[in-house]
């Protein structure tokens, strides 16, 4: 069994920083890809961004590129996404993943269907 546990979570204001974590745990948890995804009220949950930390490469939504980063903690095995000028609209429950399987050294799903792991999510809410 794979768990995924995300943290750091809040209400701030817009043009604050955050930075959320994802800690990962069980005994057949190997991947090397992990995503973030978010979910506002009514809306569809969405593409975030994403790491595959063997082959040192990373994607991010247009929404939030040059605003967020995310990066690994190799130590604790624990993946962060620092969310830095956030805004309103960045408001959602945002969820850590990871793929059941990565079909390849340079796999980097940006997309729901690419992933079989999801973490419980954590609020963040930015006011104006």
């Known amino acids: 069994q794979v768990q995924l546990a995300e943290s750091g979570g809040g209400l701030v204001q817009a043009g604050d920083s955050l930075r959320l974590s994802c800690a990962a745990s069980g005994r057949t948890f190997s991947s090397y890809v992990m995503g973030w995804f978010r979910q506002a009220p009514g809306k569809e949950r969405e593409f975030v961004a994403v790491?595959?930390?063997?082959?040192?490469?990373?994607a991010y939504a247009d929404s939030v590129k040059g605003r967020f980063t995310i990066s690994r903690d190799n130590a604790k095995n624990t993946v962060h996404l620092q969310m830095d000028s956030l805004k309103p609209e960045d408001t959602a429950v945002y969820f850590c993943?990871?793929?059941?399987?990565?079909?390849?050294?340079?796999?980097?799903?940006?997309?729901?269907?690419?992933?079989?792991?999801w973490g419980q999510g954590t609020q963040v809410n930015v006011s104006s």
């Open positions: 790491i595959n930390w063997r082959a040192g490469i990373t």
């Open positions: 993943a990871a793929p059941l399987t990565s079909s390849s050294s340079s796999y980097l799903p940006r997309t729901k269907s690419g992933y079989g792991y």
